[in-house]
């Protein structure tokens, strides 16, 4: 088990989540955001699955611990998801739950030159936020959303820098609503 | 010699651009391998064993005198900038190669970080074991 925080706002911004799980497994800190870029991954949480050889057997799964009920407001182990780990802990490839090769395909698209680029452009966004550069660094956040409006990581990280009604003339609730940006999360698809 | 700052994925440098045009950035050839560690050599501009031939039909647009034209080698190896005028910085994303083929090999991409108290921890230090990685962040 690894877990990486992608948070540009580092060590201060998780720190106070790290202390409260009480980790066993390295629990590491990816400020640049470069690690996130290498598995594309579009939000959080995102989950894979990586056996022995160091092959992804199941990718971006938008995965929590816990679920809640919303009519009950209960919360609980989500157990769905935990006995899906414990069945490829225990068969390995013959895990249902392992991704065939057009499953994977769906997860991990293949890269355009547009995908790299939104990247640059969130990444020099970052670099200006991080230097007290904030309102520079709107442009490009802004370019790495008009590129890929369906990295969420891209909005949600970029947000919180700023205010997102007056920065980005949105809230959430009408982001999540926009049909450029797709889905918040990909569909699970555990039993498929 | 104005300055730019130089953001080659996780490495910043700050370096003397020998001329800027619009986004175009030019170095002296003198400083490229301390910059960016590509270095101009007979078979091309070469790092770390990869060579990346120098066309002749781009050659004039690549490199003029002792100068090299760091944005135009971009293009050439399908590497994505991102230029901020304002403040002088570039940044240069991963080359054509490194990025084409990342998760389409389905091979999980190996990385070092730090945790909370400054350790290193690489991917690759799990190899033999099953690894459950989890993305995650504070907002």
Not at chain 1, 31 to 42: F, G, P, S
Not at chain 1, 63 to 92: C, M, P, S
Request: net charge negative; charged share 25%; proline share 5%.
């Amino acid at each position: 088990m690894l877990t990486v925080a992608c948070d540009a706002k580092g060590n201060a911004a998780v720190e106070p989540f790290i202390a409260a799980a009480h980790q066993q497994h390295p629990s590491v800190i990816d400020q640049q955001l470069l690690v996130a870029e290498l598995y594309d991954t579009r939000n959080v949480p995102a989950a894979f699955w990586i056996d022995e050889s160091g092959r992804i057997v199941r990718a971006a799964d938008p995965i929590y611990a816990q679920r809640r009920n919303r009519e009950t407001g209960e919360v609980a182990i989500n157990t769905e998801y935990l006995d899906a780990v414990r069945d490829w802990v225990a068969k390995g490839r013959g895990s249902a739950f392992v991704m065939d090769a057009s499953r994977l395909d769906t997860r991990l698209p293949e890269l355009e030159f547009d995908d790299v680029t939104a990247a640059a452009h969130f990444h020099l966004g970052t670099y200006l936020a991080q230097h007290g550069e904030a309102a520079e660094a709107l442009v490009y956040f802004k370019r790495a959303h008009a590129l890929r409006p369906e990295n969420w990581t891209y909005k949600r990280q970029a947000w919180s820098f700023g205010d997102i009604e007056r920065d980005y003339g949105t809230t959430f609730q009408e982001a999540v609503k926009d049909p450029a940006s797709g889905p918040f999360y990909p569909p699970l698809d555990l039993t498929d | 010699m104005p300055k730019a700052t130089l953001l080659y994925q996780d490495a910043e440098t700050q370096v003397d651009a020998a001329r800027i045009d619009g986004d175009q950035l030019w170095l002296a050839l003198s400083g490229l391998e301390a910059a960016t560690g590509w270095d101009l050599e007979p078979e091309g501009v070469c790092k770390s064993g990869i060579c990346v031939p120098v066309p002749d039909a781009r050659r004039s647009e690549l490199i003029r005198d002792d100068l090299f034209n760091l944005t135009a080698f971009a293009d050439l190896i399908q590497q994505p900038v991102a230029h901020d005028k304002k403040n002088s910085i570039w940044y240069f994303g991963p080359a054509g190669w490194e990025w084409k083929s990342r998760l389409t090999s389905r091979h999980a991409p190996d990385f070092t970080l730090p945790d909370l108290a400054g350790q290193s921890h690489s991917l690759s230090e799990l190899r033999g074991k099953k690894v459950f990685l989890l993305f995650w962040a504070s907002w």
